[in-house]
């Protein structure tokens, strides 16, 4: 397994010939704080295409997939994700093209392993998709004075989804401090490959921030 560090990248169809489908799992503990509130990470995602500049621009308001997002999965057929028991389930949120499934919202983080997990299957992903940002934000975290400084043991773990094979991992809890957003990382296609940047960027925003900077109206 590839241990990244913030700006890495790693070109997974090299690294993980073969494999097509990728499980994306996201974990945190939230240090023992008196906030006197739950400590709840949302993870979105921003399917893009790249503008004339070559920045990543949300391709549609259908584009951007969270937990409350009205596209949702409707049977493990016509997913295909192999993870047994608890993913997909019904109603989990996904892209319309099921290229992209989210697990749903995790509110608490309490327990081991992945809070929340996206799948991604690239032989079901829409040709126009060139990106796929991951940002994971904390929801209230003004109302209830939390930032990333008292989350401990988070990362982003990717997997062969068939296998369970991991393929890179990056540790985020060094990196930010005061923090309410990260920009976790991004996923891309070059020239016919599939690459992942450990981006890391932290960020005083909100989920809303997120969705008009990628230029959209939800």
């Known amino acids: 397994m590839i241990n990244l560090s913030k700006g890495g990248r790693v070109n997974l169809s090299k690294e993980a010939p ?3 489908k990728f499980r994306v799992g ?9 906030t006197g509130a739950d400590f709840d990470l949302d993870v979105s995602i921003f399917l893009c295409k790249y503008d004339a500049q070559a920045n990543p621009r949300l391709i549609s308001d259908q584009h951007f997939i969270f937990y409350n997002s009205e596209i949702r999965t409707s049977d493990r057929k016509a997913t295909f994700f192999q993870s047994g028991d608890d993913f997909p389930k019904n109603g989990m949120p996904a892209s319309k093209c099921l290229g ?19 799948f991604v299957d690239i032989t079901k992903l829409a040709p126009e998709v060139e990106e796929i940002s991951v940002i994971v934000t904390i929801d209230q975290a003004a109302a209830r004075k939390q930032n990333f400084g008292q989350v401990r043991n988070s990362y982003i773990q990717i997997s062969d989804e068939v296998t ?10 060094d990196d930010f401090s005061m923090e309410t957003a990260v920009q976790v990382g ?3 296609r070059r020239d016919g490959q599939f690459f992942f940047k450990a981006v890391g960027a932290g960020y005083n925003r909100g989920l809303g921030d997120f969705v008009q900077v990628y230029g959209g109206n939800v």
């Open 26 to 34: 996201l974990g945190w503990d939230a240090n023992g704080t008196d």
């Open 186 to 188: 991004s996923f891309y």
């Open 164 to 173: 369970g094979t991991e393929i890179a991992k990056y540790p985020l809890e």
């Open 18 to 20: 073969g494999t097509q």
């Open 100 to 118: 992209v499934v989210h697990s749903g919202d995790n509110r608490t983080g309490a327990g081991a392993g992945d809070d929340e997990v996206i």
